[in-house]
């Protein structure tokens, strides 16, 4: 009949225009930040886990990098029973006839001992080392474009894993000098994504408060690795069993740690892999004793603008990016280059003055442990003040701590007591680049989105590569010239740090078209307060916290026309 009432019909007409927050069928989409913060737990119970199973990692670097201290150090030698008067009072071997001389620990106790890398072929020495830290350039670049793209964090990790072990078994059967001067440059290749890897794998599942400090822990792996390293060399000290018994715990780690370690769920969520992103977040959030409600799902920051409702990207079409894309964008672009400097100018210091410090005629073993065991008070205080103080003035402060001490031990005579004061010097300066070293690897991750982030770490970390290739070259020029140039560094790389963002507080971004949208509406929004205000908008360099010196807004204060 038509004059009856259709229940439907009613049931529509009842039907709120705008839905509540919590009605059937809304799903409340979240970046990643936002749901460690709202559900999942920034640090609990599985990011710790997961957080030490990975950085594990860091120990296997330590013991493919520092390797070379005790393998290619040149051993003690002395006169044989029929050696010559001029032998006795002789400083080095060279020049002396043969036979007339030995080495106190044979000639398989090191490279240098092996294949006679003294005198004239003392430069291989150097070159080999070289080499390494060459093949770390290029691994740093080529495995973090990998790891942001189709190999994932875990699975690039597992790669430089498994070649790092490799390598390190085949550099023990090096039958000669050339052969073993290739393989450490292979190991560099490997070894130079290895940190790189786990450090971003280990901090993109911690929540932005807690993100900080826990990635200022990343770096005790590698110091405490250093000062264990120092046992086992001492332990065994021919260098073909040094590098076989510091290749086998990459393989104990790979078998009892990689299959415990997730993959991170920000490259799950940039790649578009929508149900495993949130299968790693409901386990974090079941382990940290949470609860993840069945209507919540991620959303990318490129599709969280205010004025856009966020939606979720589409399975299997996820964001991807590039170094081309990071160059591309001026916001980037000029971070990337502030970056590549500060970077370069660290590793300078840092390698200069720890070869300096490992060149004194001290024990070595006990020298390379203590240099470990140093690094660590570094690393706590920072950890420390990198909430209170944030990124920014901590880089320029620890810069500039280094570079003092060393302006100071390069007036010093390298002669009498000044001789101790200068040394110290130098290890204070270790002890303030130590801390940048360590704090530019959470400032550099967080100075850029999550699909472009380890292609710019990788770039940055070419650059700290290559500053530990020209320290060897600064530390032989001697006298006061080393510390006038660690100096320099330390000061000019603080100098720089000024013109970089603050990112204390701010989330880690996914997209670069989020990061750019963000920072628009940021400045706009600043705009806007001023001009509501009647004030005239007077771009100026920012002034509380050592903040972003970049241009922002200040308001004339009460009272002022």
């Known amino acids: 009949m038509s004059g009856e009432r259709d229940p439907s019909g009613d049931a529509e007409l009842a039907r709120p225009l705008l839905a509540k927050p919590g009605d059937e069928g809304e799903v409340e989409r979240l970046g990643i930040d936002e749901m460690l913060q709202k559900y999942s737990g920034e640090f609990g ?58 080495w106190v620990s044979g000639s398989g106790s090191s490279t240098v001992s092996e294949w006679g890398l003294i005198c004239d072929e003392k430069y291989k020495v150097g070159l080999a080392q070289s080499a390494f830290f060459a093949g770390c350039m290029i691994g ?38 050339w052969f073993y001067f290739l393989l450490r440059l292979l190991t560099g290749v490997s070894t130079g994504g290895v940190g790189l890897c786990a450090f971003v794998l280990s901090t993109e599942p911690v929540g932005p408060s807690k993100r900080g400090a826990v990635g ?24 073909r069993t040094l590098y076989l018994v510091t290749s086998i715990p990459t393989l104990v780690f790979l078998i009892a740690a990689v299959p415990f370690i ?17 299968s790693v977040m409901r386990a974090i959030a079941e382990t940290n004793r949470s609860t993840l409600p069945d209507r919540v799902s991620l959303a990318l920051d490129n599709n969280n603008a205010a004025e856009k409702d966020p939606q979720p990207p589409v399975d299997g079409d996820g964001a991807s990016g590039s170094l081309i894309d990071v160059l591309r964008s001026p916001l980037t672009r000029s971070r990337l280059i502030l970056a590549v400097v500060i970077n370069l100018l660290t590793a300078v210091v840092y390698y200069g003055l720890s070869l300096n410090v490992v060149n004194l ?43 003092g001490f060393c302006a ?52 940055a970390s070419q650059a700290a590569q290559f500053g530990a290739i020209l320290a060897p070259m600064v530390v032989v020029l001697r006298g006061r010239i080393p510390f006038a140039i660690f100096a320099l560094s330390g000061v000019v790389g603080g100098v720089l740090a000024f013109w970089l963002p603050e990112t ?11 990061m750019e949208d963000a920072q628009g509406r940021g400045n706009r929004d600043s705009e806007e307060a001023v001009i509501t205000q009647g004030f005239p908008i007077l771009p100026r360099l920012g002034r509380s916290s050592w903040g972003n010196y970049s241009m922002s807004i200040d308001s004339p204060e009460e009272g002022e026309n």
């Open 361 to 403: 005629k001290t024990n070595l073993y006990l020298n390379v442990a203590l240099n470990g065991v140093a690094e660590m008070p570094a690393f706590f205080l920072t950890a420390i003040m990198i909430e209170r103080f944030g990124r920014k003035p901590l880089t320029i402060g620890t810069m500039w701590f280094s570079g």
């Open 262 to 278: 997730s993959e991170s769920p920000r490259w799950y969520l940039v790649r578009g892999k929508i149900a495993e992103a949130m």
């Open 45 to 102: 119970a599985w990011q710790l886990r997961h957080f030490v199973l990975t950085n594990l990692a860091w120990g296997l670097e330590a013991f493919h990098t520092m390797v070379m201290i005790f393998a290619d150090r040149e051993p003690a030698w002395r006169c044989t029973s029929v050696a010559g008067p001029e032998c006795f009072s002789a400083a080095t071997v060279c020049g002396l006839p043969a036979g007339s001389w030995e």
């Open 140 to 177: 740093a670049g080529v495995f973090g474009h990998l790891s942001d793209s189709f190999l994932g964090r875990k699975g690039s990790l597992i790669t430089v894993c498994v070649l790092n072990l490799v390598f390190g078994l085949l550099t023990s059967t090096a039958p000669g000098y």
């Open 504 to 514: 204390l507080h701010q989330p880690l971004y996914d997209t670069l078209v989020g």
């Open 216 to 239: 200022m822990s990343t770096f005790y792996f590698f110091s405490g690795a250093i000062a264990f390293l120092a046992a086992i060399a001492y332990l065994f000290q021919t260098w």
């Open 408 to 459: 100071v031990g390069t007036f010093l005579p390298d002669s009498g007591p000044f001789k101790v004061v200068r040394m110290v010097c130098g290890v204070l300066g270790i002890f303030g680049m130590a801390g940048t070293y360590n704090l530019l690897f959470i400032y550099m991750a967080e100075l850029f989105p999550t699909v472009v982030r380890n292609a710019a770490l990788g770039c």
